[in-house]
């Protein structure tokens, strides 16, 4: 990623260098529960902004009802 240019985000814990990490999440990354809920947090955003970019789409596609 970072020779991409991609940002990088990532959950890092104290035994971690975030030097190359964009956007760093402090976090116990050797959680399950903690992995879960970040997990379950981009799902949702995910989710969510699918459902506005969709209905963004709706509302700019030309209306074929009035031929």
Do not use: C, G, H, M
């Not at 879960?36 to 969510?48: H, M």
């Amino acid at each position: 990623a970072v020779l991409d240019s991609i940002p990088v985000v990532a959950l890092v814990d104290t035994n971690t260098d975030p030097t190359e990490i964009n956007y760093p999440i402090p976090a116990n990354d050797d959680a399950t529960k903690s992995i879960e809920l970040f997990v379950n947090l981009f799902a949702a955003v995910i989710r969510e902004n699918k459902s506005l970019v969709k209905a963004k789409d709706n509302d700019q596609s030309p209306n074929t009802n009035n031929q």
